[in-house]
């Protein structure tokens, strides 16, 4: 390598620091082709000194960029520095990609240095095989505490806990607690409440960090401990945990097992990341993709979408049938094929609107028993009022299009009907799913997207075949 090129890139590097990133949020072109210029000449000294000090998700985001050749070339020549909290802000094909890469003696080395939480997310993708050869190569205490936690189910709250927590018995003094949380090297880095239990590890209480803090040595620990009325079982759903934190602004949260015993601690960083992914699935879900993510091969992706296509194409000749039997109607006046996809398409966005915030009531429960009969009359009077707005704009343009008031009438009087059904299955539609068990927010929009075409087009063309009397 050239000097003057060496000197270059550390010149690069040196006038942007730590900030990789440009006014518009992605990372620098400079930073990047500086970074790809060092993996080419294997400058180990400087990917150490200006890489693999960053925050794991600066290095995530920088890994997401690269071509994957450059990846493992990247982790490769970091070595020990590689922070391998970097694979938590990956997608998940990309993880894999970087992992299956790896030794597992590295990969053992690299969750032993994270938190419990990070170690499981890592893990969980793994092979049954490779986990275990993983857990093998830890420390005992620290596997049987990853172990537990992967016996938990996916998705729940015992998979996104963290396994390091302070627990301390109620007849310590506040002295001997705070003096417990200085020496002990074990305790984890951040933590803001000090549980306490008993000699089974049944969780008893709590105590803020500030009120440790402000109370003297001398008073013992059950004098000034709460209970915790927000613990929260490791088995449940993680997307249920964070409503919890949500609802009650939990910074963390106690995780028991069902004879309540005090397993782990759910965080509120934790937290903010289920809350991202699960939103983020439910917007998938609606759009018929799953869970694809943009790292994922073009035949991996193709799969994921064809069947939610097929049943497209199902409910499109449902649709194409019931414009089949209007055929002569259709051939009598030209205009009602022009003027058809207003009305399936006024009510088709007309519903989207609706399902979109029945769908994410459901998810945040702001829907139920108690309110949703008012919650459907609501949308239904929406649907009518909207309708009777865009019935008299539609009809006014398509009578003095077609110079045909009476055509007017009948595309007015379609589009109140159809903005009708829209509203009422677009939330009809998502709660009956969710009542039989079926997720909303994946099934809901072909329905939907079926009622309000075909009453779109049963409407208009029905009404058009009863008032200029063709038979069809």
């Known amino acids: 390598m050239a000097e003057s090129e060496t000197q270059t890139r550390h010149e690069v590097t040196d006038s942007h620091g730590s900030d990789i990133y440009g006014e518009d949020g992605a990372i620098r072109s400079s930073f990047l082709a500086t970074v790809g210029a060092a993996i080419a000449d294997r400058d180990v000294l400087f990917l150490r000194s200006h890489v693999g000090g960053l925050h794991p998700s600066e290095l995530g985001h920088i890994l997401e960029v690269l071509q994957p050749e450059q990846r493992q070339a990247l982790v490769q020549l970091l070595g020990e520095d590689f922070n391998f909290a970097a694979l938590t802000e990956v997608d998940e094909a990309i993880r894999l990609q970087i992992v299956d890469a790896l030794p597992n003696d590295q990969i053992a080395e690299g969750v032993q240095e994270l938190d419990s939480d990070d170690a499981v997310y890592i893990l969980e993708d793994l092979d049954q095989e490779d986990q275990e050869e993983i857990l093998a190569k830890l420390p005992f205490t620290e596997r049987i505490r990853l ?30 607690t705070i003096d417990y949380m200085r020496e002990d090297h074990d ?4 933590f803001s409440q000090v549980f306490v239990i008993d000699p089974t590890f049944r969780l008893l209480g709590a105590i803020a960090l500030d009120r440790v803090l402000r109370t003297g040595r001398n008073v013992k620990v059950e004098d000034i401990m709460h209970e915790t009325r927000h613990a929260i079982p490791a088995t449940m759903d993680q997307e249920e945990a964070a409503q919890i934190f949500e609802q009650y602004d939990l910074l963390s949260a106690a995780v028991v097992d069902e004879n309540e015993r005090l397993v782990g601690v759910l965080t509120i960083d934790d937290v903010v990341d289920v809350i991202q992914a699960e939103a983020e699935e439910d917007l998938m879900r609606m759009g018929g993709v799953g869970d694809e993510e943009l790292s994922d091969s073009v035949i991996a992706t193709s799969r994921s979408r064809v069947p939610w296509l097929l049943v497209n194409l199902f409910t499109a000749f449902l649709s194409a049938s019931v414009i089949g039997l209007f055929e002569a109607t259709i051939q009598e006046m030209v205009a009602l094929a022009v003027l058809m996809p207003i009305v399936a398409s006024m009510g088709g966005n007309a519903a989207t609107q609706t399902m979109t915030v029945t769908v994410r009531a459901i998810a945040t429960r702001d829907i139920d028993i108690y309110n949703a009969s008012r919650v ?87 009404l058009a075949t009863w008032w200029f009397g063709v038979h069809p």
Not at 187 to 190: E, I, N, Q, S
Request: net charge neutral.
């Open 187 to 190: 305790l984890p880095d951040h």
């Open 147 to 176: 172990r537990r936690s992967l016996e938990y189910p996916e998705e729940s709250a015992g998979r996104r806990m963290q396994t390091e927590f302070v627990a301390v018995p109620p007849f310590w003094t506040i002295g001997q």
């Open 376 to 462: 459907i009359r609501r949308e239904a009077i929406i649907g009518l009022l909207n309708g009777l707005i865009f019935a008299v704009l539609i009809g006014l343009v398509a009578g003095g299009w077609f110079h045909n008031p009476q055509l007017g009438g009948i595309i007015a009087a379609a589009m109140v009907i159809n903005m009708l059904a829209a509203a009422l299955a677009g939330i009809l539609i998502p709660l009956l799913l969710h009542r039989f068990g079926a997720d909303p927010a994946i099934a809901s929009s072909v329905f939907v997207t079926t009622v309000t075409d075909v009453t779109g087009f049963l409407a208009f063309l029905g």
